[in-house]
């Protein structure tokens, strides 16, 4: 079906070009490579999806983390050039696990990045820390991350759930209603939004109308549909991602859902929107950033991205792809503030930096007791396809709130990350 505002693609479409998000990279891409003849490079090894529930996902994640890689092209880091060497989690913990383990023991590496899924960055987290490996989870969004899961050798780019609840949720008891009803991806990402959201509505004195849970991989959403509608809601909440969103997506849209409560996302990227179209995904929902922001730098990322990558499936970068730059650029900033490719070294490099060149609003500050970068998150409205000014402007920023001002505090989180590496 085709959309009036004529950018829809399908979502096999999409997938293809997500699928085809490795061959992308290794067209004229010289540090993504296997361990080969460089002397003496910088190794970082990339677990992402480009199989799974978030493939689309990881293929952006992956083209600004080779963004990041080329800035190094030049002087390298501590004069040793830089190689990201890209391995599939398939979306899947075991698999990103077996993977972190391979780049480890068989390529000898020391840095990890990547992934979407927050249970598969619980399992290579793991191993990072059995092996004494640093790894940056680049796109994953689970409190839990820094909290049970917390270790010292792992570090959090995005917000976590409560960050994007503590941003979102004021402004929808102020702006839709205190009556909401759950759609919860079951897994450790869509129990924490979902967690964070109740919280916040409790505080406000609103009224929980119950709940779903969403297997993975789930295609058939009539039944959740059914009881939502009966719940009369304000607001249907919404925790769900990756293709799974995306079905949900249509088949509200099919519903007629939209006309009878307002939809929310409590986190929803560019990639679910691009892939469905704007016709089919309208509310008020959390994004982590978006290409259209004023802030600086934005619009050189924006072009850089353009001239890099003129034929990827999204014209556009997306939260995703920020991520996975800013998560490559404050590893190598670390590895050159420490002076030596040592990991303990890098971890006390990063651990309380703060970098002024955002692409935010505010700051992006890494603290030093839980590894968590703080930076803002932005409350969104989808636009109507006539409302859009070209086919990757999807939504209107309303609210932006800073990192600092919604993260955790010590006293809600008293993690205890644990000793260096070494």
Known sequence: MKRKSGTHISRRTFMKGAAAGVALLGQGAPFMIRRASAADPIFVGVVS????????????ERLGMQMAAEEFKEKGVLGRPVKLVVEDDETDPQ???????????????KYLIGGVSSSVAVSVGEVAQRYGALYIGSNQNSDTLTAQYGRRSFFMVPPDMAMALR??????????????????HDYEWGWSGTKWARNILQKFG?????ESKIPMNTRDFSAFLLKARAAKADALVI?????????????????GIYKEV?????LINLEDLWAVGPDKMQGIHLMEWYHEINAPGVKEFLASYKKRWPSAPIPVPTANTLNGYIGVRELLRGIE????DDVAAVIKAMEGHTSPDSLKNDPLTIRDWDHK?????????????????????FVEVLRWAAGKDTARTREENPVNLGPYPG
């Open 49 to 60: 999806p480009a199989s799974g529930n978030y493939a689309d996902h990881g293929m952006m």
């Open 95 to 109: 698999v990103g696990a077996r993977k972190a383990r391979r780049l480890i023991e068989v390529d000898k590496i």
């Open 167 to 184: 941003t979102l949720a004021p402004y929808l008891v102020e702006k839709v209603g205190k009556k909401w009803y759950f759609l919860t």
């Open 206 to 210: 609103g009224t929980d109308l119950g």
């Open 239 to 255: 925790t769900v991602g990756g293709i799974d969103l995306a079905a949900l997506m249509e088949q509200m849209y099919e519903f």
């Open 262 to 266: 307002t939809v929310v996302c409590t």
């Open 337 to 340: 503030r420490a002076g030596k």
């Open 373 to 393: 970068f703080l930076w803002a998150s932005y409350v969104v409205r989808s636009k109507k396809p006539s409302e859009m000014k070209d086919r990757a402007d």
